[in-house]
């Protein structure tokens, strides 16, 4: 999508407070736009530091509460709630745009580095940062969480290149055309989009294609699940399984060796310093909810908290967290996200807690869906239990907090997991240490 950001001065975000749009709005005051908000929640991790850069942001849902601005721009999750703000918005005779659509139309004026896939993303986009950073090339970026190392989603640069990590869900990723396409994996997801995995991969082929002749699709070539979408590619598509480095010392989880390898495959491309490369990766300390560590609870329990709401990462992450912990009580919060979800990968969440000694299921995170009777945080946790897994399923956040006061001990490692608000549940134990 092209579209003429010189003419635009003042720019209004609905939704700022979500993580990829308040980045978007950064890198916007970077170009010296003038950014105002609108949020209908304290987000405490994005908006106080948007408003320490003086960002005004309105807490009001009246949708006459907008501001007139040369621009909308809003968070996809505003399709669904509080649809009257965003309908008031393309009422007002501006251009309205959607996050990804402003997101690619920025991103063309660069050279775009795109982390795609459907697990490690996030890590993946951080870690990438953090090798071009080393070595010296200065690149703008947007991640899909905070890096550990700046507190920020954003990285202002001066470089030629633009690191981004690009979201499959519904298409978005199409928004942008890559000159260099970084695909760590491909799994059934978004099931509530997506036909079934034949569809996703029609869309990642889509992405795939139109990195131009001169460009490189970066892959595991041998991934059975990846081999179709590069029928038909016409850049220079590169094995990244022979940059895998197991001497690699990493501050993250072992299973990030893989992500680690993608990433040094690009630096390859980019003619990185191989040596440079890998201290930039041995000295990664991660991003916000990718297995943070978050403290110590008053008993002598570690608590972490991770992002994971697929099986297949619930999976690869707790076996990771048993390599690394194996003598520890591992006693696992999960907190499904979307109705769909839990439904259509229901057998899949039953047996995806092989390595936990314990289970907790919080409810259901709906996000832009609504109730589903037919299944439910109880049902999963009784068919867990069938499976001889010792687990609990509880109402609310507080209930579970009380429970594990009462039952974790020193020794114990506690992760929380899913991509709702489940990790309050762990800053709760440790808040007071």
């Known amino acids: 999508m092209t579209f003429d950001w010189n003419s635009i001065k003042r720019v209004h975000c609905i939704g700022i407070g979500g993580v990829g749009i308040s980045a978007l709005a950064r890198l916007l005051m970077h170009q010296g736009k003038i ?27 009246d949708p006459k509460a907008l501001p007139d601005t040369d621009c909308y721009l809003y968070s996809d999750a505003w399709l669904t709630k509080h649809t009257e703000v965003l309908d008031e918005a393309k009422t007002r005779g501006v251009p309205t745009l959607s996050y990804f659509e402003a997101l690619g139309s920025i991103a063309a004026q ?14 993946t986009t951080a870690m990438l940062i953090d090798v071009l950073e080393a070595g010296e090339l200065d690149p703008t970026a947007i991640v899909g969480s905070l890096r550990t190392k700046t507190k920020s989603n954003f990285r ?39 036909k079934d995995l034949e569809d996703i991969q029609s869309a990642f082929r889509a992405l795939a294609t139109a990195v131009p002749k001169d460009g490189f699709v970066v ?73 943070e560590y978050k403290g110590t609870t008053v008993t002598g329990a570690v608590v972490y908290d991770d992002y994971g709401h697929h099986p297949k990462e619930i999976v690869t992450t707790l076996r990771s967290v048993r390599e690394w912990f194996p003598h520890t009580h591992l006693v696992v919060v ?36 609504t ?39 020193e020794g114990d490692t506690i992760v929380t997991m899913g991509a709702g ?4 549940v762990g800053e709760a134990l440790v808040r007071h240490i």
């Open 219 to 291: 892959c595991d070539v041998s991934d059975e699940k990846i081999v179709p979408i590069l029928q038909g590619v016409s850049a220079t598509i590169v094995d990244y399984k022979p940059f895998i480095d197991p001497t690699l010392s990493l501050k993250v989880l072992p299973l990030h060796r893989m992500n680690a390898a993608g990433v040094l495959a690009v630096a390859d491309l980019l003619h990185i310093d191989k040596e440079v490369a890998k201290r930039a990766l041995a000295d990664f300390t991660g991003t916000w909810r990718r297995f």
């Open 371 to 409: 109730t589903d009777a037919e299944v439910s945080h109880y049902l999963l946790a009784e068919r867990i239990h069938a499976l001889g897994k010792q687990v609990e399923a509880f109402d609310s956040p507080d209930a579970i907090k009380i429970y594990l006061e009462k039952n974790i001990h």
């Open 110 to 123: 660069y050279k775009v580095i795109a982390v795609a896939g459907a697990h490690g993303k996030t890590t």
């Open 156 to 194: 202002a640069g001066r470089g030629e290149y633009f690191v981004v990590e690009a979201d499959e869900y519904r298409r978005h990723f199409l928004h942008f055309t890559p000159y260099i396409l970084l695909i760590n994996n491909i799994d059934a997801d978004h099931l509530d989009y997506y």
């Open 35 to 61: 950014l105002s908000g609108t949020e209908d929640n304290e987000s405490p991790e994005t908006l106080n530091a948007l408003r320490e850069q003086g960002v005004s942001i309105s807490l009001s849902l």
């Open 334 to 369: 999960f907190q499904p996200h979307l109705y769909s979800r839990t439904k259509l990968l229901f057998e899949e969440f039953v047996s995806a807690f092989a390595d936990a000694d314990e289970v907790i299921i919080a409810p259901i995170f709906a996000a832009r869906e």
């Open 421 to 424: 608000d489940i990790y309050k």
